[in-house]
Nanobody, 124 residues
C-alpha cells in the first residue's frame, strides 16, 4: 500500500524556518515526481513546489521562490521542504503528493498519491 506521511509542521514566528518532511512507505519515492501543496483557510489549494523524477529544475510558486527549497532524502525515502523567512501568508496545511508520470510537474495533471497534511502557522 502506497502511503505518504508529512511531518515537521508547527507554529513559528515570522522570519523563522521550518523543515517539512514527506516520508513514503510501500514504494520508492525516487521513482516519482513529488509536489508540495498548501491550502490556507478559505483559499484554494496551490502548488508551492514540484520536483520531477529526474530531479532537474525543481519549480516553485512565485510566492515562495528564494525562500523554500525542495530536496530528496534518499536515505529516508523522503522529500523535504525547507521553508525559510516564513511569512504569515505561508500559514496553511501543507500536503505532499507523488505521481509517477514522467512529466507530472509540467503537464498540469493530477497527483494520485497524497499525504494527510501537516499544519504550518506563522504568527507572532
Amino acid at each position: 500500500q502506497l502511503q505518504l506521511v508529512e511531518s515537521g509542521g508547527g507554529l513559528v514566528q515570522p522570519g523563522g524556518s521550518l523543515r517539512l518532511s514527506c516520508a513514503a512507505s510501500g514504494f520508492t519515492l525516487d521513482a516519482y515526481a513529488i509536489g508540495w501543496f498548501r491550502q490556507a483557510p478559505g483559499k484554494e489549494r496551490e502548488r508551492v513546489s514540484c520536483l520531477s523524477k529526474s530531479n532537474l529544475s525543481p519549480d516553485y510558486a512565485d510566492s515562495v521562490r528564494g525562500r523554500f527549497t525542495i530536496a530528496r532524502d534518499y536515505a529516508k525515502n523522503a522529500v523535504t521542504l525547507q521553508m525559510n523567512s516564513l511569512k504569515p501568508e505561508d500559514t496553511a496545511v501543507y500536503y505532499c503528493a507523488a505521481e509517477n508520470r514522467p512529466w507530472a510537474c509540467a503537464d498540469g495533471g493530477t497527483f494520485n498519491h497524497w499525504g494527510q497534511g501537516t499544519s504550518v502557522t506563522v504568527s507572532s
